[in-house]
């Protein structure tokens, strides 16, 4: 890394212009030996593109991409000129400061320099400098402004006493690279000053990096020296950076207003009353900078020129980093970031401007900033992106954040936030013996947790959940592997960690959805006992009901829920048709999806209000915004219970135009909940649930008792049964399935049946048996060309002529885009179709239903989609067929006009949303519904068509 000397300052030198300055600067380079002696011709190059300029009296002349392989040993040499230097547009420089580099090494130096361009008549201080002690002193002993920002203000957190108190300080401090790892340590050595107010002080200047005060508040109240400690003032200190604050500090405690701190709950209000960093909440992009020496002098100064032409606040940071933007408009700022190739600047930009200035800087990045670039590898490939540091900052109270209803409903609670828990350990240990009481008793302690939610739990899934972590704690195959490890000298954390995550990745390895979960179970037991023996506190439930916070859920942390303990279910990532939200909907939990990873930094127990009836999320509520929607829930209650009242009578629209209403099953068992729940026939079998309940596949007679109940229990009802379906997200363990790198467009539905034509004939030769006279309709999933349709239909039809069945139907599963494009051929063959939206979402919009960020924008309201829909049940209409939804979208409270508009004859929902589905329809008259969905057809995007279908 690149310092400041001395030796590479020359003193009292003069130049008449700015030609002679850079001819001088040139030889002082060439005799130093950094450069070869073309290096002049570079100066003047880049001098002409646009001046090195930088403010404060000091210019970075510095050489073009083009002459780098002239720079023998990156370095700089500083000129003094006392005299002044006209660099153009009349700037005096007083101070140049060549740079040779042949790569971004110099970015440190320059960000180093720019810390000291804030200062006042630098320029004047440099001209009068008499030694080159005094430029390096000037240089880099400006002061450093205080750091204070939301990602140094930590309240509610769970802490027992002062010193565990002290030790977050002192981590918000290291986190943000003001402090060292002794920081705590020498913080805990100083005499801690009582403020008033429960509020106290510390500070100390040794291991401290830059200047920077964090303010952290207990979860409960705690008593210290016999006073209360309600918060605690950390300030890593250097230099007089925090006299203004604390004078600030002492105004607002004079005046009695220590509760401002004392009570805070929300970070913003900590920081406007010191006068902080405030978080912006603008729109903001993320764009790769690709430029190979990182963002020096050139692009940052092309960058600047960008951002000032546009009529507004624009800012930037590195991604991730939890540092605060600085203003793109400035040029030092910029080059204050150090952002080399490879981090991702993001920019964040004024709302009046956002829309214009955000793609325009995205694109100048893209670009290279006016250099030659080459494309970044892809991620795991050589080069490395910065790892997204720290989780980001909470939303702040009373903010509300817009995220993708996936399960409807109101749901009021305390967050209990579920992320990964770090955990730092030695490897080594203290001795064989020690380590393995220490395990000993970190297991007992375990085991003691474990069982008391058993005794607790009031579900039997959980409870055996539970029961089986226990065994895993008593496995003895692990217990051996660790004491070998404990023997060989390893710390008790290193040796279960290490044992745990390979008996886990084994698991894995073996491709069996069964193994992988009990490899989720493995990790699960495994962080209990880590965060025992690292005394690290797990998230505690709260013991009323709360909102579930996690990263992403599967859908067997779904299936997992306690329901009377999980209000609500809250997401960072995730979209409404990946399998978990589907399960949310058939448990009845309402779910807010995909509402971004600030979510994860809540703090334990905050407010939350999950509106997922209309997509947002309310942190720490005001009582006014609470009552609201204890009122909207109270309606939505009022409403479900007259819906639930009239849920046996038909589906009919005021105009008199009647919908069937059916069920989606994920299980034969749940038929009968169906039916007491109004369904008017079981729309959609999903029959692989079937299969999956099974260690093997099911011979004839299994299925046939399953799909005969099923008929049994609809009592002459209709019972589409779609063939089974699976591949892609949903494998069968004892069918294995080749690794494939796309599973979505791979081997799945009918594809993967047609491969294997003896499972299709034992399901369809099952359902047919079970028929009998019972209406009987099956469906074929994934079809994407008529092939496929016939070889299905052909083998139906076979086995009908040896199997008689008196009310079959025969159709497919519309859920690829080119069976819709298709259906005026196909409706000529089929007798019906069910429009699968999830899938025909996922394959019209090329976004991957469950992926972790994009599936959000997966919206079956669409256009693209409507209008395949609308395809659809056209051409089936023109050959007298019907046409179902049996996707997410039909119990979508706000598609289902849309969808009655567009003329489908049967909707197809889980159990639970059957009453309110019919009570929508009866709403409606089909001439209104008509001419919405004609509107919606012709808007441009499903944020149009939401908003269209809102105002209704
Ligand atoms: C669909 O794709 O819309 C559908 C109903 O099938 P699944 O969700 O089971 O893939
Ligand atoms: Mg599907």
Known sequence: MLELTAEQIRMGQSAADKSQALRLMASTLETDGLVAPGYLAGLEAREAQGSTYLGQGIAIPHGTPETRDQVFTTGVRLLQFPEGVDWGDSQQVYLAIGIAARSDEHLHLLQLLTRALGEADLGEALRQADSAERIIQLLQGAPQELALDAQLVGLGLAVD?????????????KRADCADSGFAAKLQQTEPLPLGDGLWWLHSEQAVKRPGLAFVTPEKAIVHQGQPLTGLFCLASLGEAHRALLERLCALLIEGRGQVFSQATSQRAVLEALGGELPVDWPSVRVPLANPHGLHARPANVLTHLAKSFDGEIRVRIADSGATAVSAKSLSKLLSLGARRGQVLEFLAEPSIAADALPALQAAVEEGLGEEIEPLPAAGEGETFESPAEAPVAPAAGSI??????????AIGPAYVRVAQRFEYPQRGESPAAERDRLGSALTEVRDEITGLIQRSESKTIREIFVTHLEMLDDPALSEDVAARLQQGESAEAAWAAVIEAAASQQEGLHDALLAERAAD???VGRRVLAQLCDVEAAVEPDEPY???????????VARLDRARVAGILTARGGATAHSAIVARTLGIPALVGAGPAVLALAPRTLLLLDAEHGRLHVAPDANALRRAEQARSEREQRLRAAQAQRLEPARTRDGHELEVCANLGDTKGVTAAVEQGADGVGLLRSEFVFMAHAQAPDQATQEAEYRHVLDVLAGRPLVVRTLDVGGDKPLPYWPIPEEANPYLGLRGIRLCLQRPQVLETQLRALLSAAGER??????????SIEEWRQARDMALRLREEIPVTDLQLGIMVEVPSAALLAPVLAREVDFFSVGTNDLTQYTLAIDRGHPTLSAQADGLHPAVLQLIDMTVRAAHAHGKWVGVCGELAADPHAVPLLVG???DELSVSARSIAEVKARVRELTLAEARTLAQRALELPSATEVRALLEVR
């Open 401 to 410: 954040l817009p995220a993708i209803a996936a399960s409807p409903g109101i």
């Open 522 to 524: 493995l990790r699960d």
């Open 902 to 904: 567009l003329g489908v």
């Open 547 to 557: 909102i579930l916070v996690m990263d992403e859920v599967g859908p067997s942390d």
């Open 775 to 784: 209406p009987l309709r099956i469906m074929f999933p994934m079809v994407g």
């Open 161 to 173: 006493d002062f010193d565990e108190l002290l030790w977050q300080g002192a981590h918000l401090l």
